[in-house]
């Protein structure tokens, strides 16, 4: 059956501001929650106030951090918001991504999905030194990734969300976990689905936290198959928008390139917003796994996925690619 239990929730997100409990739900990664604490328990021990005595500058601190380091470099922000997810979807929020290589570790920074791509580490390190100086010795790394992805989405215009607190850093890490738990670009709607499902989220998960993807760039390696062989036929993707496919040649040619960037939400790159949803309804999702919210099909019951014109009403998506 195709994903239309998906568009619907596309649709809403592209015509509304994110809902702070439903852009950053609060599962078993403790990424965050929705409604007030007062009188309420976080089922993973986790809770917003949890270093209200030992370090309540805490947040001040990582927040001032993060405003001198997005202002030198405005990319930093989204590259901080994917350390996290990076961070999470492999042994659960626990700064496992942090750890370096030694007798006993084999780092998760060697993966396929992080290596040369995963940035931020710097910020990171600035934030654990003024947080040392001040409480040495209490505010885990895991917290601070935590912290620094949503300062990062407040400073680009995002939300914010109530945050549970309290998680303990990890002494392993996984290299395998990285390699395979972590959604590749090019991911099929079905494979999207099976990780998500994997960590306890569902479809609408999915979709909200994709909106992640409203701010930063991507490699031009991560969409070249787009462009050139989608199906192994040597074709492009189909349900590319022209203007947007013949742009996107221009960045990144069939041979070379490979480290040009494109911005994965094109209006406005540096914006929390949500432009990223609206543009794939238009066929200008970036990555094979942005636009496949709406063109992905889980199985062969022959009916096609639409999209909006600009007179309000829908074409095929096989219509949305201009041949030649």
């Known amino acids: 059956m195709a994903v239309f239990k998906l ?3 596309l649709v809403l997100f592209a015509l509304f501001s994110f809902d702070v409990g439903v852009a950053h739900p ?3 990664f403790g990424w965050g929650s929705n409604g007030p604490s007062i009188g309420r328990t976080f089922s993973s021990g986790l809770f917003p106030q949890f270093y209200q005595f030992s370090c309540p500058q805490a947040d001040e601190i990582v927040m001032r951090v993060l405003e001198k380091a997005i202002a030198r470099n405005p990319r930093t922000a989204a590259s901080l918001l994917r350390l996290h997810f990076h961070d999470c979807f492999v042994q659960g929020c626990d700064a496992s991504i942090l750890l370096d290589d030694s007798a006993t570790i084999t780092s998760e920074k060697n993966a396929g999905p992080n290596k040369n791509s995963i940035k931020g580490f ?10 040392e100086q001040v409480c040495p010795q209490i505010v885990s790394c895991a917290d601070i990734l935590a912290l620094a992805a949503r300062g990062s989405t407040i400073l680009s215009g995002g939300p914010s969300w109530e945050l549970p607190l309290g998680r303990r850093d990890s002494t392993t890490a996984s290299l395998n976990g990285a390699n395979t738990n972590i959604p590749a670009p090019n991911s099929t709607i079905q494979n999207l689905l099976t990780m998500f499902q994997r960590k306890g989220l569902n479809q609408e998960d999915l979709v909200s936290l994709s909106g992640g993807h409203t701010i930063g760039v991507a490699r031009c390696t991560t969409f070249k198959q787009r462009l050139y062989n989608q199906n192994g036929n040597n074709q492009p993707d189909e349900t590319l928008e022209r203007s947007y496919y013949y742009g996107l040649r221009s960045i990144c040619p069939p041979t ?6 494109s911005p994965l939400d094109l209006a406005s790159p540096a914006k929390f917003d949500n432009t990223y949803f609206k543009l794939i309804l238009w066929g200008k999702g970036l990555l094979t796994s942005d636009q496949v919210l709406l063109t992905g099909n889980l199985g062969s019951h022959g009916r096609r996925s639409t999209r909006p014109k600009s007179d309000g009403q829908t074409e095929p998506k096989s219509d949305s690619f201009a041949r030649g």
């Open 26 to 28: 609060g599962f078993g």
């Open 256 to 261: 070379g390139g490979d480290n040009n960037i």
């Open 122 to 131: 710097e910020v990171i390190d600035e934030i654990k030194a003024k947080l």
């Open 7 to 9: 568009i619907p929730c």
